[in-house]
């Protein structure tokens, strides 16, 4: 009979031998890198040039804002606005979380969302001439805005 240290000890050294190494591992990595296929690098490309794109508009942005922080002479009217643009949101998130912990609301806004969702799309992008005039619609708001 063996004592009981002694089975633990060779279940302990059959586990250890199983268990991947470090080398191991990173060999599994490499050639799991090695064989990637085309897919995967043209996709990882696609992202760069959409990191590229992302990055240059963050600039474009940024350098407006500071031209715009720049030339505004009212600096202080502008902080109390953000400050209270950011007071606004956390109230407003408090208020949403109470609403979302109420048993029956969360899920009739939830069904107004959807049913308002299926009007607009039935109203607005079903049809083509409808969808023109969408477009059409956007385009003059987006040209009053800028």
Same mark, same amino acid.
Request: aromatic share 6%.
């Given at each position: 009979?063996?004592? %009981? ?10 586990? =250890? ?8 591992? #990173? ?10 296929? =085309?897919?995967? &690098? ?10 590229? +794109? ?5 600039? !474009? ?6 031209? =715009?922080?720049?030339?505004?002479? !009212? #600096? $202080?009217? %502008?902080?109390?606005?953000? *400050?209270?643009?950011?007071?606004? *949101?956390?109230? *407003? ?9 109420? $048993?029956? %609301?969360? +899920?009739?806004? !939830?069904?107004?969302? %959807? ?5 607009? &799309? ?5 049809? #083509? $001439?409808?969808?023109? =005039?969408?477009? !059409?619609? @956007?385009?003059?708001? *987006?040209?009053? @805005?800028?």
């Amino acid at each position: 009979m063996t004592t %009981i240290a002694a089975r633990m000890t060779t279940a302990t050294a059959r586990v =250890a031998a199983k268990a991947p190494t470090a080398s191991r591992a #990173k060999t599994v990595m490499r050639r799991a890198s090695a064989t990637r296929p =085309a897919r995967f &690098v043209a996709s990882n490309a696609a992202a760069d040039d959409l990191v590229d +794109s992302l990055q240059d508009k963050l600039s !474009e942005v940024t350098t407006t804002l500071g031209e =715009a922080w720049e030339e505004s002479d !009212e #600096k $202080p009217a %502008i902080v109390t606005l953000g *400050l209270y643009g950011f007071v606004g *949101l956390v109230a *407003l998130n408090g208020t949403l979380r109470a609403v979302d912990s109420l $048993p029956l %609301i969360p +899920s009739v806004l !939830e069904l107004v969302g %959807i049913l308002f969702s299926a009007f607009f &799309v039935y109203q607005n992008l079903l049809y #083509k $001439p409808d969808r023109a =005039a969408l477009r !059409e619609t @956007i385009t003059k708001t *987006l040209n009053k @805005i800028l």
